[in-house]
């Protein structure tokens, strides 16, 4: 405890027991003289708030030097409010106050007015007591802060109780799914889901929810308008002081978009961009594949080469442009020659490729091979028409 004040008044004096009493109240404690217009005492707890030492032995000018001008205290402006308050009034009012760092503390301050005794001698003092609200204001502070990331998130997050339904959702929840609030508001989640054979995956999510609290990964979900998109989904549980799961909270973004990106990427990596044809990679995995699975079903595999005769020619005469509008006639011609199972592959200029698999038997691959080389050759002997000319080419073709 501070320090008495070296005043011998009916209020404080040499009571260690009053001092106590005042010491021990949670709030900030200030006692003013009204009379002399001195403080009489100033609390520990409430020096300690502002960053000053027991030492500190605080007077009114000390005190309204510490007061924020938007509070509008002045010496002057006391003396009026404490005269008012001797008549017997009670007011209330925010108090700022610095502290030794220089920032601003905030408090809810509330005065009472005490006499002290009877006659012109007499005292009167003004007790207040002062409520620290910044802890307050900073948890008010982080609530509004965490309201405005939930409104104004990009991604979908939608909040369960302990009965798995719905009691809030966001503005991209909305605008994602469709949605409205009132629309999903208690009910489950599950009217998001796809419906595309889901149980198992979800039997998955719940005991890792159960063991760690968190789950993360990709979802296929259901718009209002009943078309799918994929999500990547996170979902967290909320427990209670007992461990208890009180709720979940899911956040989650469309990533059709990244879906489609990843997917157009795939396709540059195998697929050759003139003619949409796999390309030397793709071929090389695909005849991997269909190697292995005739050594394991004992079944044989075709490979057909081959290249364009003339093809050099049109394309130096006609141009590049003609020359790919060639090749990709051409590549629609040999896909309607094999089986929707067989690959026809581009493997770069004039020169492409075909896989026939699963053939039982020699005499069956032979047989096939010479049937897809007669309809190739067929195909492209008939005229292919470029920029209003007719354009004639063979193949020849390895088996």
């Known amino acids: 405890m501070n320090p008495e004040y070296p005043d011998n008044s009916p ?40 960053g000053y030492d027991a030492s500190e032995r605080p007077d009114l000018a000390w005190l309204l030097e510490r007061v924020h001008p938007d509070c509008g205290l002045t010496a002057d402006y006391v003396r009026m409010k404490l005269a008012l308050h001797a008549a017997g009034q009670i007011g209330d009012r925010p108090l700022i106050l610095r502290q030794r760092d220089g920032n601003w503390r ?43 990331v939930f409104a104004n998130s990009l991604e979908g997050i939608l909040i369960t109780d302990p009965n798995g339904l ?8 909305t605008e994602v799914t469709g949605y409205d609030a009132d629309e999903v508001i208690g009910k489950k989640p599950s009217l998001l889901r796809s419906g595309l054979d889901e149980e198992t995956l979800f039997a998955r999510i719940s005991p890792r929810l159960d063991e760690g609290g968190h789950w993360q990964g990709e979802l296929l979900n259901r718009r209002r308008d009943g078309t799918l ?24 973004r469309d990533i059709t978009e990244s879906k489609s990106s990843e997917e157009r990427i795939r ?43 003339r093809f050099k020619e049109v394309n130096d005469s006609m141009g590049h442009g003609v020359g790919e509008q060639l090749l990709k006639q051409v590549a629609d011609r040999l896909q309607q020659c094999v089986r929707a199972d067989d690959t026809v592959a581009r493997m770069g200029g ?8 699963d053939l039982p038997s020699r005499a069956r691959a032979i047989s096939a091979a ?19 000319r007719e354009v004639f080419l063979s193949t020849s073709i390895g088996i």
């Open 11 to 50: 209020v404080l004096g040499d009571s260690a027991f009053l001092a106590g009493i005042l010491q021990a109240i949670p709030e900030g404690v200030i006692v003013l003289d009204i009379v002399q217009y001195e403080v009489r005492y100033f609390s520990d707890n409430l020096l300690s708030r502002l």
């Open 106 to 148: 905030r408090f809810s301050a509330r005065w009472l007015i005490v006499p002290a005794g009877h006659g012109v001698a007499a005292k009167t003092f003004a007790l207040g007591l002062l409520r620290d609200v910044e802890e307050q204001l900073h948890t008010e502070r982080e609530l509004n802060l965490i309201a405005q």
């Open 166 to 173: 719905i009691v809030r959702v966001n503005r991209a929840f």
């Open 229 to 252: 998109f994929p999500a990547s989904v996170s979902i967290s549980a909320v427990r209670d002081g007992s461990g208890g799961i009180q709720g979940l909270i899911t956040s989650f």
């Open 267 to 309: 396709h540059l990596a195998y697929y050759d961009p003139l003619t949409a044809l796999p390309n030397r990679s793709l071929f090389n995995d695909r005849l991997q594949q269909e190697m292995q699975r005739a050594q394991r079903g004992n079944r044989l595999v075709a490979l057909l080469f081959l290249d364009l005769d």
């Open 350 to 357: 004039d020169e492409f490729t075909i896989i026939i698999g």
């Open 370 to 388: 010479t049937s897809v080389s007669e309809k190739i050759m067929q195909a492209l002997a008939q005229p292919f028409w470029l920029v209003g």
